[in-house]
C-alpha cells in the first residue's frame, strides 16, 4: 500500500512530476487565433486647385468665399477644427431649404428649426431669444423666407469672428502658397500625357 508522497523515493516523484506535466501540456488548447481587423484607411486628402486671383476675393469678401464651392469646403474644416461647424451647416441647410418644393417645406422647416435653432437643439447656432421666437413663429406660416433673419445673423458671426481667424490660420496660408515647382501640377495630376502648367494653389479637402 502506499503510505502517501513522502514514502516514496525521489525518483518516483521526479517520473510522476514529469508525467503530471506532461499530461497538462498535452490538455491545454491552443488559444484561437484572434482575428486582426483590417486597419481603417486614412482618408485620402484630393487637391483642388484654385487661381491665387479668387484667392484675393476671398480675402475681401466673406461672401466671396462662402458662395465658392472649394472656398466653403476649406472653411467648413477649419470651422470643424474651432468645433463650430453648426454654423456653416445651417447657413447651408437654409440655403437648401429656399429650392424647397411647396409641399415639402413645412417638414423642411421643422427638421432644420428642431435640429439648429431651437434652444439645447443637437446643433444649436448661437442666436440671440428674439431671433429665436421670431424664427419659430415663421414657421407657422412658412414660406422660403422664414429662415432669413437667422441665417442672416450666423453669416455675419462668422464673418466677423471665424472669418478673420481663418485668413491667419496655417490651412488658409498652405493654400495662398504656390507650389514648389511651378513646372509639375499639386499631386502631379496628369491630363492625359500632357502636365498641367498654370499657376494655381494647392487647396487640400478631405473626403
Known sequence: ???????????CLKSAKDIKHKIGFL????????????LKEKPKATVNRISPVEIEKWKTSFNNLIKNEVGRKAFTI????EYSQEN???????????????????AKAKKIYEEYVEADSP??????????????????????????????KIFTLMEKDSFRRFLKSKLFMEM????????????????????ITDQTQCVPSYA
Open 123 to 152: 446643433k444649436e447656432v448661437n442666436l440671440d431669444s428674439a431671433t429665436r421666437e421670431n424664427t419659430r413663429k415663421n414657421l407657422e406660416k412658412c414660406d422660403a423666407s422664414c429662415f432669413d433673419e437667422a441665417q442672416s
Open 176 to 195: 495662398t502658397q504656390p507650389p514648389l515647382d511651378n513646372n509639375k501640377p499639386c499631386g502631379l495630376e496628369k491630363r492625359g500625357k500632357r502636365h
Open 78 to 81: 477649419f470651422l470643424q477644427s
Open 27 to 38: 490538455l491545454q488548447k491552443p488559444d484561437p487565433p484572434q482575428e486582426q481587423k483590417p
Open 1 to 11: 500500500m502506499c503510505k502517501g508522497l513522502a514514502a516514496l523515493p525521489a525518483t
Open 88 to 106: 456653416i451647416e445651417f447657413w447651408e441647410a437654409c440655403e437648401e431649404f429656399k429650392t424647397t418644393s411647396v409641399d415639402k417645406m413645412n
